[in-house]
């Protein structure tokens, strides 16, 4: 048995909460230091992962089997087999996300998670080893509670407030995924980015993590229903993931550069400003109380609009009623939301383009 002192980051944090690669090459989780929870995509990583030389076959005979039903149905081809190609290497589900051009359109967003379901059936990967991705929009949020009924699981993504969380726990989503630096562009002008010491208690999202956490398990105890798991996303440093751990996220999607990191630092509690807690075993009815270190956060924003009163908004709110008029309206007010929900379904919507692309040219061609 290993001995705590050689223990690394990654280790340690996967004592605290599930640790997932957010990343589609097999090769490279095959030969993780630890084994994967799950595995996340988006449509930047589909897009990537389809033009890895590994790949090339899979995608021409997509191209020439699936022609005549257009560049989607070839997509979802690619993207199914690129997931099964790492079933083996995870202990949990694959993930793919809906078309993010379709994030207002229910019936879209219904037809895209189906046509995955059919793909995933007939790859022979069952529905208990995958979820679908779907932005965290009233529209899109109205499709989880008919997919959730036909044992399609589902996470709420481009998520970054309290409202879209309360909302995804009224659609009944296995997931949500808040993303840390919630701020996309971060990841290309670090001046964006809070770098801070502590992320924990400094990173200015950290509050709002806090609050969805205390809410889902508030809701659990006055209803008894299950609630999202919280999956974070979107770490740029080694510490903000494990600040995770520390605020008690059930479980952490991770960049191949950031678990390489986490996988290379030998772990030293005395060292960290914090440190989590166990995995529970049932995420909502074993859970602790939020750790005394992070207690503050519960009251405070740093996110917030200049006028915000303070109070955090009533999980009373129907928020998909009326196609998610209440959601659409709670995001309306929250600036931060409006602009990183729009840079997310941007940068996303990128990513599927040029997929689309590469199918329509190489469609030309056979
Ligand atoms: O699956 C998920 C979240 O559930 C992830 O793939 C998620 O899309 C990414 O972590 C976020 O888009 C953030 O990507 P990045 O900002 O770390 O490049």
Redesign the pocket.
Known sequence: MESVETQSWLQKLEEQLNVDV?WMDPTYSKNLQIRPNDM???NL?VNIQMSHPDNKQLFENAVKELKSEGWLAIYNRIAVQMCKANIGNIKGRV?LQVDPHQAYNTQAVLDHARAYAREFERAGIPKTRYFI?IPSTGPALNAVPALEAEGIRT?G?ALFSLPQAIACSQAGTLYI?P?F?AE?RA?DDLSLWPNVEDPATQHTMSARIVHILETYKQLYKETGKEQPLL?N??FITPKEAMAAGEMGCHSA?I?HTVLEELSKLSYDGSKQPGEGVPKPVHAYRNAGPTPERLRKLSKIDPLAAADWDGKLVSTDIDYLANNGAELEKAIEKDPITVQRLDD?LKLFQGGIRESMEKIEASMKNV
């Open positions: 957010d996340t995509s988006n990583w993930a991705k996470l993504t995924s993303y630096n996309t990841h999956k996303a979107s999607t960049s997310a």
